[in-house]
């Protein structure tokens, strides 16, 4: 049953910790994507990766880490630094552009809402 | 800087009714542009994704049209029914690596 699986459903933070965000694909896809999503708005873009062991920043990475050592697994570390952390996670995969040329369609994880105590 | 708007924020309509959900965008250098649907407190579910080289896609009851020039899309729900409550994003992807961009969404609610 292919897909993308993220974990925990739900985390708490408490302030000043560092929490990590799972997000599992065996989609075979070479580009992954994590997005946050606010009540009443749309999804910005925090960070992405085209291949593995390489990673960009997106609209909004302050306070946020990634690392990409294995195709399957894009973890995101919400760090103390981010200031606002409470929101939904997304995480999303892709075969990148070159491959697929411009169709190129993102899939979407269930998510992981992210709560500050 | 590209920017997403969805109008209506929010609807309400009785089950049978067809609908037209509206999604504009600033810049019409796109690739393509793709709808989801959110049901709430879950992922995003890829509806249709129209290349920019289309002028519509198909899916079932769903029908999405793309007018690149005048920067709009629209999605056009025929026979809706309850369980097409949820909201409606719509997001259009600009630059080389595939970024993309969102509106804020429509919720959609279709009651009995």
């Known amino acids: 049953d292919g897909g993308i699986t993220q974990s925990p459903k739900y985390l708490f933070r408490k302030e000043g910790q560092n929490v990590t965000l799972s997000c599992e694909q065996n989609?075979?896809?070479?580009?992954m994507y994590w997005y946050r999503q606010d009540p009443g708005q749309g999804l910005r873009l925090i960070y992405y990766s085209q291949i593995v062991n390489d990673f960009q920043k997106g609209d909004i990475a302050e306070g946020y880490s990634v690392s990409r050592e294995k195709k399957e697994s894009f973890p995101l570390t919400v760090t103390s630094a981010q200031k606002n952390p409470t929101a939904f996670y997304l995480c999303?995969?892709?075969?990148?552009?070159?491959?697929?040329?411009?169709?190129?369609?993102?899939?979407f994880g269930p998510g992981t809402r992210l709560t500050v105590l | 800087k590209q920017e997403v708007t969805q109008i209506p924020a929010a609807l309400s309509v009785p089950e049978g009714e067809n609908l037209v959900l509206n999604c504009s965008f600033t810049d019409s250098a796109i690739y393509n542009l793709q709808w989801f649907r959110q049901d709430p407190g879950k992922g995003l579910t890829s509806l249709l994704l129209i290349q920019s080289s289309q002028r519509e896609q198909t899916s079932g009851r769903l029908n999405a049209s793309l007018d690149k020039s005048s920067g709009r899309s629209t999605l056009y729900i025929a026979a809706s029914q309850p369980g097409d409550s949820a909201t409606y994003l719509c997001a259009v992807r600009a630059g080389g690596y595939n970024k993309l961009i969102f509106g804020a969404g429509t919720r959609l609610a279709v009651h009995p």
């Open positions: 989609l075979n896809h070479d580009a």
């Open positions: 999303a995969s892709s075969i990148p552009p070159q491959v697929s040329g411009r169709k190129n369609e993102q899939f």
